[in-house]
């Protein structure tokens, strides 16, 4: 009946539509496939079969099979938002049941599992805290809390340290001033004196003119002895109304001789006075040959012997000669000065190429005996008022940058009063009488060894001068020594010179080492520390076995601070003190690490501390004497960690690190998600840090297109599938993962509206059909 074949067309025409209205409705949703109706004819049969002339009995519905070709990429801002290119499903669990799709629009629930859009768990391969990933499939899921620190336990670092470096360390000598005057105290009077024969009182006026006077005066024994000598003079114009016109009548003649000598009068109050001009010098003043007959000539003729000036008391140290010979065989000679303090010694010292100098002064103040009741103690000119050596120490180290420069005091163990000038000058003692004129007791010891001197008197003075230290350069010998026994330096021999490292590693001259760099790590709550290596390469002489050549020296500190375990050899508490930290470095001829010869390089005594030097309260260090192992047990017990140099070089360039890099890690809080092509997730943190959480996975079966929709964009497995195959994005049959795009449905807009039109274009011609039989069947019924 053509009714039946008419409805058959129909309901394929109307199944046509429903499949390619599905098509055009989803055009827009995320990793929709499109689908197409297929029909096959139907004809009537009989078990004695049919005939080949048979009409055909309509339209049947075969198959509506869904097409999984690939879909455009849409690129978005999400890291989350994942698609598969080429083949393969995501993998996701519906409580349990597990389901299939190629919608990677993934998002974090409230316990950060990653879930699509209705709430079901995406399928992946957890990893533990090192980042290693299982084989296991489960929920994947993003840890959203804050990231526990982890402490360094190893730091790896690949560097190239230049072969072309100079040796920046020498040996030079050492040696002292050691000389018996060294440190000794000294006294004697505070002022020098000058040598003075007194006139006495002379009657005044005198008319020179009507009575002149001549005289002889000589000066002996003084200095420069170019003032020495003897003049005759004439006093013979003029009236003189005053002893002090006096005075000046006999400088003039002095003075106005071709070759005066260095003798000069003075008006002591009622007194007349000739003194030699130079003060401390043990000189004779002596008079002849005077006539005249006024009172100048009679106080002359009756003047007493002079009396010889009195130096002031100095350090006692006496002129000496040095002479130094450089490594090019010249050589400069030096001379001390008579009395000149150690400061000024070591500051012309320095100035002599191939020579340091330093200089110290010590003293110490018994207390035993000490009474500056008058307040009249004075040091170096600096009157201290204290009278007890606590408060004196204080008023010392009050004016250390100001009147007294460089010099410090402190109280020993034994409650004496040491003083010290850090920069050699003397120390210099006195009671001041303008203070008053009672003085105290003062009870002084220098140099040890030397013996206690005493200040007692108002006029005296103590004084004691410094040691100096000297350094020369590889290659600079003292040659001689002038005198060979002097008390400045006594006879050097071979004993007195010491063998010391010129220009060693220091770290805070940059001088002093070849190349450094700086790494942060972590002390067990996360607190970053800056930790240094300083490279310093090492002297070769073939000659000597105990070098070798390309070797250097790692040194390393941990914010400045000493970082090597201590040495049992030194006496308490320095025994106990962190020590620098050094590890030999070596290499072979080819630039590459020699690391049968290379130190292990474990930092085992670093206990860490603020900006102020407070410790942080995390683990401290477990150094090799109380049991620090290598390698750092996990999890840590201590703050030691392991410095690796594999795969570093000394090559003829340019200092440069290739990699540096350390386990630790602070406090971190997720700051987002990266996802590769194979599907691993990487956690990024605010810390720096990216961890590895895990891999999406991904299905294929040997027959997609049996996969049974289960509406949301999934798909359910069927018994025509084949079993799933999952696995890791990029293995066996399985495409990639594009983090940050969504693939968009594959629907062809275009072709499902021309597939509209003839699904509409069938649908009327069943239709059609249905009229026309309609017709043809009321003609029948309208036959009479």
Known sequence: MPFNVALSGIRAANTDLEVTGNNIANASTTGFKTSRVEFGDVYAGSLLGSSSNAPGSGVNLLKIRQQFGQGNLNFTENQLDLAVSDAGFFVVSDQGEQLYTRSGAFGLDSEGFIVTNTGM????????????????????????????????????????????????????????TDGSAIGVAQVGISDATTTT???????????FAANPTTFDVTLAGSTPASGNGTLSLVIDSSTANSVQDVANLINSAIFSSPTPINVQAFANGGNLELRDINEGVSSTVTLGAVTGANALSTAMTGAPASVAGIANVDNGYQSQTLEIEGPSGGSVTFN???????????????????????????????????????????????????NTPANIAAEINALSTSTLPGVTAEV????DLVIT????????????????????????????????????GINDGLVIGGEVSIVMEEGYVIADSVPAVGNLFAPLTAASFTEVPINSFDPNDQATYNHATSATVHDSLGNPHTMTQYFVKQPYDPADASTSPNH??????????????????????????????????????????????TDTMLVSNWTPVDDEGNETGSLGPLNVLQGGVVPVVEPPSSSNFLIDLAGSTQFGA??????????????????????????????????????????????????????KPAGNTMWAQTSDTGEAVIGAPGTASLGTINSGALEESNVDLSEQLVNLIIAQRNFQASAKTIETANQTTQTIINLR
């Open 121 to 176: 768990n995406l399928q992946g391969y957890s990893a533990d805290d090192n980042g290693n990933v299982s084989g296991t499939l489960s929920d994947l899921q993003v840890d959203v809390s804050t990231q526990a620190p982890r402490q360094t336990t190893g730091v790896e670092a690949t560097l190239n340290l230049n072969a072309n470096q100079s040796v920046l360390e020498s040996v030079g000598s050492s040696f002292t």
């Open 197 to 207: 024969m007194n006139l006495g009182a002379v009657a005044v006026p005198i008319d």
């Open 336 to 386: 001390s000065e008579d009395g000149a303090s150690a400061a000024q010694t070591a500051s012309e010292l320095n100035s002599l190429a191939g020579v340091t100098a330093s200089a110290t002064t010590e003293a110490t103040v018994q207390s035993g005996t000490l009474d500056n009741t008058n307040s009249n103690l004075t040091l170096n000119g600096v009157l201290l008022t204290s």
């Open 412 to 415: 020993n163990t034994a409650g």
């Open 421 to 456: 000038s850090s920069v050699g000058t003397d120390l210099s003692f006195a009671f001041d009488s303008d203070v008053n004129a009672t003085p105290g007791v003062l009870d002084v010891i220098g140099r040890s060894g030397t013996g206690v001197q005493s200040l007692t």
């Open 552 to 597: 250097w020296v790692m040194y390393v500190q941990v914010d400045g601070q000493e970082v090597g375990d201590p040495d049992p050899t030194l006496p308490s508490p320095e025994n106990t003190l962190p020590t620098r930290a050094s590890y030999n470095v070596h290499f072979n001829e080819d630039g590459s690490l020699n690391e049968s010869l």
């Open 654 to 707: 340019e200092f440069g690190v290739e990699q540096l890099d350390q386990n630790g890690y602070t406090t971190g809080r997720l700051a987002g998600l990266d996802v590769s092509d194979s599907g691993i997730i990487f956690a990024r943190f605010t810390n720096g840090e990216a961890q590895v959480l895990g891999q999406v996975a991904l299905a294929n079966f040997n027959n997609v297109e049996a996969l």
